[in-house]
Nanobody, 118 residues
Framework: VQLQASGGGLVQAGGSLRLSCAAS????????MGWFRQAPGKAREFVAA????????YYADSVKGRFTISRDNAKNTVYLLMNSLKPEDTAVYYC????????????WGQGTLVTVSS
C-alpha cells in the first residue's frame, strides 16, 4: 500500500491550499481516509477524516469551518481544502487509511509540509 501526499507549500496567513493524497496498492472499498498533522515539537494530531461514501466527514475543532475534506473513490484520492490558514496550521500533514473493521489508521503516507507565514 502506498499513500502519496502532495500540495503542501508556503502560504501567507489567510490564504488557501489544497492537499491531495493518492492511494494505491489494494482495493480501498469501505476504507476511511484521514488527514493528520504534526507541528514541530508537538505530537501528531487528527485533522479530518471521511468515510467511504463521503457522506460523513469528521473534523478537529481547530479546523472546523475552515477545512473541507473530500474524496474521489474512482481515483482512490482524498483531498483537504484548507482555507483561512493560520500560522498555527503550520505542520507536516499526513494522510492515512483505516480499514472497514479497523479501529485505527494503519497505512500512512510520507507527509507534505505546510508553512503558514504571518
Amino acid at each position: 500500500v502506498q499513500l502519496q501526499a502532495s500540495g503542501g507549500g508556503l502560504v501567507q496567513a489567510g490564504g488557501s491550499l489544497r492537499l491531495s493524497c493518492a492511494a494505491s496498492g489494494r482495493n480501498f472499498n469501505g476504507y476511511r481516509m484521514g488527514w493528520f498533522r504534526q507541528a514541530p515539537g508537538k505530537a501528531r494530531e487528527f485533522v479530518a477524516a471521511i468515510t467511504w461514501s463521503g457522506v460523513t466527514p469528521y473534523y478537529a475543532d481547530s479546523v472546523k469551518g475552515r477545512f473541507t475534506i473530500s474524496r474521489d473513490n474512482a481515483k482512490n484520492t482524498v483531498y483537504l481544502l484548507m482555507n483561512s490558514l493560520k500560522p498555527e496550521d503550520t505542520a507536516v500533514y499526513y494522510c492515512a487509511t483505516r480499514g472497514p473493521s479497523a479501529t485505527y489508521y494503519d497505512n500512512w503516507g510520507q507527509g507534505t509540509l505546510v508553512t503558514v507565514s504571518s
